[in-house]
């Protein structure tokens, strides 16, 4: 993410996902430096260091994660670190935060806090709840960037996009819609999504502009709605369906109106109805895909970034294509690391294990890796195709491709069925918890280690 250009720009890190595509929708990706954990578009900005990580399992289930949140947020502290040594070291000239969420991003103050030793760097805050508010932060960036001009150009492409999609959709009858934002429990939506709903012509039902996602107390409540959309944040299609099953939402609404009348739609989340970025243009034509079917298709959005609530366990078994040149894994070689010194009361199994399946993630070969992991942890994951997702998304990403530095001296044994392993990849460890099922180890799960 550098170029010529790069010497003359200031050094850019953002803490945020949105600000990170803003940045480079404004043709400024190369004065990029750093970058949160959760930034991963474009694709290209995951080679930059991640300096945040989350103080919870990020892929504990929903119910699991709001619990985590709340605890945090109780004590007072921060949701997420931000690692002061490496911030340092890149020695940023110009922060990009936010103040309007501190359960998705870390927060001005954490940023003020964490960073107390970079007194010649700015610190940018957007606080978007609406959509002029959206449209107005890639102003502010643009201006920050000293590029106020490709900022004026890219609004005003976002606007002409959105009116777009009002005109297509003024003319189709308005609708009811709700926005599911978390499902265990359930959250409705608003912000600047409602302005979306709006332009697609449709009125939300459990949100207003501009405001907070209202908390559920039975899913009753949602027969308000001719179309609901599931589309969790910082969920992908795939972790959504995984959510589903374990909730038995299936069973639970085979009576809520828009799932009997077959306008339940599940979409892309993290990417596109969470993130304040540029793609709320694609956000609108996407729901105006799914309100009025003769529309679908009509931006190339479905099956793609959405698709109908009947469609979505066929969508999500897809297999995963290889990159364009990538070889065929049978082709890719990649020597096993020799195991290293290892501790009395080592298990050898459990190490050759852990090794077996970082090769497989090394050579991207994800139904391999996904065969290795626990009868338990299979069912969790859903399929090798979203286990794929997973492991290529920004946490997880360092453990596929050129693989791990290292591995851990030693492996603590936990219980006589249980191990876990620590691995070292870079400046980054990772945490296997493993089980022993019928004949052999598998791994029953894997964090990153904060």
Known sequence: MSSKSSATSPRVLSLLSASTEIVCRLGMAHALVGRSHGCDAPPAVVSLPAVTSPKMDPNAPSQEIDEAVRAVIADGGPVYEIHNKKVTTLAPEIILTQNQCRICAVTEADVTSACSNLPNCRIVTIEPTTLSDVLGDVITIANALGVSENGVRLVGSMEARIDAVRTMTKDFPRRSACHLEWLAPLMGSGYWISELFDAANCDMVHGTKGGHCPTLTDHTSL??????????????????????????????????KAVREGRCFVADGDRFFNRSSCEVVESAEMFAEMAHSELCGLWGHHGKHWCRLDELEAFCDLPTPLHAGMPPTGIVSSP?????????????????????QLQALRSCDFDTAFRLCSLKNQDRLSSANNFSKICTGASFSILTGDGPDAIASSVRLKTDLDATVRVSCGDRSFVFDLTQEQNGWYTDGVRAEC
């Open 336 to 356: 096993a690391k020799s195991a290293p010194p290892q501790e009395s009361g080592t298990n050898d199994a459990v190490l050759t294990a852990v090794i077996a």
């Open 223 to 256: 027969d308000e709605a001719d179309i609901l959309l599931l589309a969790p944040c910082g969920f992908s299609i795939q972790r959504t369906w995984h959510e589903i099953k374990s909730l038995k939402l299936l069973d639970k609404w085979s009576n809520v």
